[in-house]
């Protein structure tokens, strides 16, 4: 049997990057990585002839600092690009980008506003930053010096932004998106579009608390309204792979794991589903909480009370993808363009989650780059109250492009191909228990020290030498890598 | 001192003023209660409105007053008598029912029949709540500190705070921190199935909000409901006997006995501003008076954007203020009885005075889905079609509340959003009575021909009546963000105002609405603490 320092279930970025953290430090590393290809979540793939596509996360960007540790620029990775256009579409159906100049268009006050608008927002991002870099201890009184200066740093951050912006950061969270963009704007077109942004990927429609605190946190990931794109999805997970290998770790692909091996509460390795057992010191699962601890681990082995809570953990994915290739004459501009007319247009779509089905009138979110097309469908239930997903994605497909083409009407006959994502595909292929892109949902009572579950934000299991290190634990959430980092940062 | 040279001024009679005025006058002060409704109590009153047949208009139950209001103010001497409410019934759509009565047991069994888990998870439940609502009552009486200000007072705050934390076990502090964070539809379905039980404890997580139970943030206003208790048992609801306004008569006996001035039909038109301090009111009719102190228990909008010139705040101050979510969304319907409504699921014989459940509340809550497809509607400025209601039948606790035989019923209903698409006129109101009925109608076929009166209240009405700006029941929601050191709005939350002599304790100050008196006893308080009487 074969033996490591660190074993890491997951060749996803948070995987990846708490991957090449440990072989930084000179461990024995090896990645297990269920599917053919690395990645996870970030991924790009081929489904046909010169039809390559990020299949869930489009772009993203990496925190800089990991960047810079992991020496990413020299396997291609451009931390500064600049970031995209981000587009909505005006009731005539005409494109607006969301700048001052175009906002000036619709709105002189709406314009005169929205640098203060983007300032607050940065400064909201930086705090959430040093927020997800700093381990959350377990509370009140019960973590060390190491973790107790973290969280002092975390306060002095806060104290250091000023009176204003630090109490309008706290007021910010817990606040409806929509009561957030009203402080500043009075045009529904430019709040619906920021609002988008808000409940991307999120179970939640703008009018719902808390999605202030998720716009701040995609606004943070995407270094802005538009996602800034450090290239394809891939060539941060590959650039990943490559730091992790140059640092002497391994991966393999094709390797399931089925379980974890745990003796008195120890784990001790993994088993992998074709039998084949491999041990280690440290286990890190990049996977979701739920998949790792209920799958892999097992509520056996768990207190009761820590199952009930993972059992609760909200996941609620309601996220479809849709990919065209098309012949280029669809009339869609470059860039990240939002469907997104209202802000009660987005808050009804959200409604029909509530009572499992699909949004008849959906928010979109359309990523052109050439002749192809990647739509992000919300809101697309995992758990449909009828009807089973195998069917339901055709009509998806359908309200998608059928959406997208009262703007656009040349789109339906440029299509060539097609390839769409269900949330049942988002678990069954991408390993996302509910189809949920967060591990988790970004909520409030998922936030700080509650994520995953309260208590077990530090990374920690109730399983000795058992770690999370995916989007599910604190830090966690969109293509940072900050969860990864924190995980193998935590551990000495 | 001249007739009109007070101590202290305080504008508005309802149950926080006069709590106010209570504690400055206790103190030796000489204090004026400024009323500008011909009676006092403001949301807290009892009238007659049909011949006859008396109505708590607003407010009906009582369970949030602080004890040590009534035991400072000696309450119960000047008039306070409680009623206990003794069950909670919900009929469902199947015709079935569920009830919650005050015998434990009784009610244990009930459950059982609906689902063995559910009653078996229902007393662990209880405990937690009980629990939880107990970690966070010490939050009540603190005085809420600025976590960005570095003065000593406030760094005494934030040193209470912490310790008041750190006096929580870890398993306290995570639930308090989850209980005020997610949706009360994410707490119910963690612990029980059935609908009708998720849903009457849903429902006391959307009153006074414009939010459904899946908002996060509700379990917290759930918990905030929690948090009665009378005569020191916990979780209790009760009626006052003569009804709201007898809660607010007893104050107004107390604040008699201890000498505090009370005046009617004195409406305050502007706060008198002498070099930067609030020096006086001036009244509508033209009536000045003098005081070395001002404090306002109208709500945050009447007392900042009203009663003060803009000129004597900060913009950013009075912007924060215009921000303040207070929307109504609950309406009152008040209707006189000629005979009991007959509830199919549970049907009383002769003519129902022997009735239990008449004798409780009763709630049409039959699931989550119920009550968030009525926050639907109100979402998008609808009245739901199909409203949750909250019903009580006064006169079966307190037959002083109508003629013999006859009987008063009182329906807090939701959602009638105060910003109703087309806006509120004398049809939509009818409107919003006839969804009440109807929905009632279905549980209870024979409403109709019992109805002898009706009166419908609007949030608009509310508005207009008790002066809530936007109607809101609380005076502003109690939502994360207008809580604790953010309500009313943060820097200023520990009932001074940018206004030198210029208090604020009402309702929409910390720690909130919903007839509790804390606001207006810590204002007197810290009226007291700066030394300016």
């Known amino acids: 049997m074969s033996h490591y320092d660190n074993i890491i279930i997951g060749a996803g970025h948070n995987g990846l990057v708490a991957a090449a953290y440990l072989a930084k430090q000179g461990k024995k590393v090896l990645v297990l990585e269920r599917r053919s290809i690395i990645g996870g979540s970030v991924v790009t793939e081929s489904f046909g002839d010169n039809f390559s596509v990020d299949s869930l996360h489009t772009g993203g960007t990496l925190r800089p600092d990991i960047i810079k540790d992991l020496k990413l620029a020299s396997y ?15 009731a005539d159906g005409s494109p607006l980008t969301l700048d001052v100049e175009s906002i000036k268009r619709i709105s002189e006050k709406d314009a005169a506003r929205f640098p203060e608008f983007v300032r607050f927002m940065n400064k909201a991002a930086q705090i959430m930053d040093v927020t997800y870099s700093t381990i959350m201890p377990r509370l009140p009184m019960n973590f060390g010096f190491k973790e107790g200066y973290g969280l002092l740093e975390w306060a002095l951050e806060l104290k250091l932004a000023g009176r204003k912006d630090m109490l309008n950061f706290i007021r910010a969270l817990p606040m409806t998106a929509q009561e957030l963009v009203e402080e500043y704007f009075e045009s529904d077109i430019v709040k619906a579009a920021i609002c988008a942004v808000a409940i991307h990927g999120s179970t939640l429609g703008p009018m719902g608390a808390g999605t202030g605190y998720t716009l701040i946190h995609s606004w943070m990931n995407r270094g802005g309204l538009a996602h800034k794109n450090v290239g394809k999805a891939g060539e941060i997970t590959t650039a990943l792979a490559n730091a992790v290998k140059a640092f002497g770790g391994e991966i393999r692909t094709e390797a399931e794991v089925a379980s974890i091996k745990i003796e008195n509460q120890i784990a001790k390795g993994v088993v992998l ?57 669809h009339g869609i501009p470059e860039g990240t363009l939002v469907v997104a007319p209202s802000i009660k247009y987005l808050e009804k779509a959200y409604d029909a989650t509530k009572y499992g089905e699909v949004s008849e009138e959906p928010y979109l979110e359309v990523t052109t780059s050439g002749n192809t097309i990647s739509i992000h469908f919300q809101f697309a239930p995992y758990a449909l109250k009828s009807g089973d997903w195998k069917l339901e994605i055709k009509k998806v497909e359908e309200l998608a492009i059928n959406s997208l083409s009262e703007y656009f009407p040349n789109l339906r006959a440029s299509i060539s191909n097609l390839k769409s994502l269900s949330p049942l595909d988002l678990e069954q292929t991408y390993g996302l228990t509910e189809g949920d892109l967060n591990h988790g949902q970004l909520m409030l009572d998922q936030f700080l020290f509650m994520r995953p579950i309260p208590g077990w934000s530090n990374h920690k299991t109730p ?25 193998a940062k935590s551990v000495r | 001192m001249t007739a009109n040279q007070y101590d202290a001024i305080i504008i508005g009679g309802g149950h926080n003023g006069l709590v106010a005025a209570s504690y400055l006058a206790r103190a030796g002060k000489k204090v004026v209660v400024l009323e500008r409704r011909p009676i006092v109590g403001g949301a807290a009153v009892t009238e007659e409105i049909f011949p006859g047949y008396k109505f708590t208009e607003f407010s009906y139950v009582v369970s949030l ?77 603190l005085i809420p500190p600025d976590p960005s200000s570095m003065s000593i007072r406030d760094l005494m705050g934030l040193l209470k705070v912490g310790q008041y934390a750190a006096s929580l076990s870890e398993k306290e502090l995570y639930m308090v921190a989850k209980l005020a964070t997610q949706s009360s539809a994410d707490l119910l379905e963690e612990w029980f199935e059935t609908d009708a039980l998720k849903g009457t404890k849903a429902a006391s997580g959307i009153i006074g909000t414009y939010l459904g139970p899946r908002s996060p943030g509700t379990a917290y206003v759930l918990l905030h409901h929690y948090m009665g208790e009378i005569d020191g048992a916990f979780r209790a609801w009760g009626f006052a006997k003569n009804g709201s306004g007898g809660v607010s008569g007893s104050i107004y006996n107390a ?42 228990a109208a709500d945050p909008k009447r007392t ?14 009075v912007t924060s ?51 968030e497809r009525a926050y639907d509607d109100a979402k998008y400025g609808q009245i739901s079609k199909r409203p949750y209601i909250d019903m009580i039948f006064p006169s079966m606790i307190d037959p002083d509340m109508a003629p013999p035989g006859h009987h008063v019923m009182s329906c807090f209903v939701q959602y009638a959003p105060y910003d109703l698409e087309g806006g509120w006129t004398d049809q939509r109101r009818d409107e919003l009575g006839e969804a009440v009925i109807a929905t009632i109608e279905q549980y209870a076929p024979n409403i109709r021909e019992c109805i002898v009166g009706m009166q419908v209240i609007s949030p608009k009405d509310i508005e207009r009546i008790a002066g809530i700006t936007g109607g809101n029941i609380f005076h502003g929601e109690l939502l994360l963000h207008q809580i604790f050191f953010l309500r009313p709005t943060p820097q200023w939350a520990d009932f001074r105002t940018p206004l030198k002599g210029y208090y604020f304790g009402a309702s929409g100050a910390h720690p909130g609405g919903g007839v509790m008196g804390a606001p207006g006893m810590l204002a007197a308080k810290e009226i007291l603490k700066d030394g300016m009487l």
């Open chain 1, 76 to 90: 291609g990775l451009q931390p500064d690009s600049a970031p995209q256009p981000f587009i909505t579409l005006l």
């Open chain 1, 273 to 329: 589903i074709n039998g084949e057992e491999i041990s280690a010191n440290q286990i890190f699962s990049a996977a979701d909480p739920k998949h790792t601890l209920l799958k892999l681990v097992g509520a056996q082995d768990l207190p009761p009370e820590f199952v009930w809570h993972t059992q609760s953990i909200k996941m609620r994915g309601s996220v479809a993808k849709i990919h065209l290739q098309t012949n280029g004459n």
């Open chain 1, 463 to 487: 399983i000795d030498n058992l770690y999370l290190c995916g989007s599910g634990v604190h830090g966690g959430g969109g293509v940072s890598g900050a969860a990864g980092r924190n995980a």
């Open chain 2, 65 to 141: 007053l602080r004890p040590e209001i009534i035991r400072d103010l000696e309450l119960p001497k000047h008039g306070l008598k409680i009623l206990p409410l003794p069950s909670t019934f919900t009929p469902m759509e199947n015709g079935d029912y569920l009830a919650a009565w005050d015998d434990h047991d009784l009610t244990r069994r009930e459950l059982y029949r609906h689902s063995p888990k559910d009653a078996e998870a229902y007393d662990e439940y209880a405990r937690v709540m009980a629990r939880a609502a107990k970690a966070i009552k010490p939050i009540i009486n």
């Open chain 2, 255 to 296: 604040s008699q006995a201890l000498g505090v001035e009370v005046r009617v039909n004195a409406s305050v038109q502007q706060v008198k501003v002498k070099g930067g301090r609030a020096v006086g009111v001036i009244l509508e009719n033209g009536d000045e008076l003098d005081s070395k102190v001002v404090m306002s």
């Open chain 2, 304 to 317: 900042f954007l009203q009663f003060v010139e803009q000129k004597h705040l900060p913009d950013d101050f």
């Open chain 2, 321 to 371: 203020i215009q921000n303040f979510r207070a929307r109504g969304s609950s309406g009152k319907i008040n209707i006189a009885l000629s005979k009991l409504p007959n509830f199919t699921a549970l049907p009383y014989t002769g003519n129902g005075a022997n009735s239990v459940l008449h004798r409780g509340a009763v709630s049409i809550s039959p699931s989550i889905d119920y009550i």
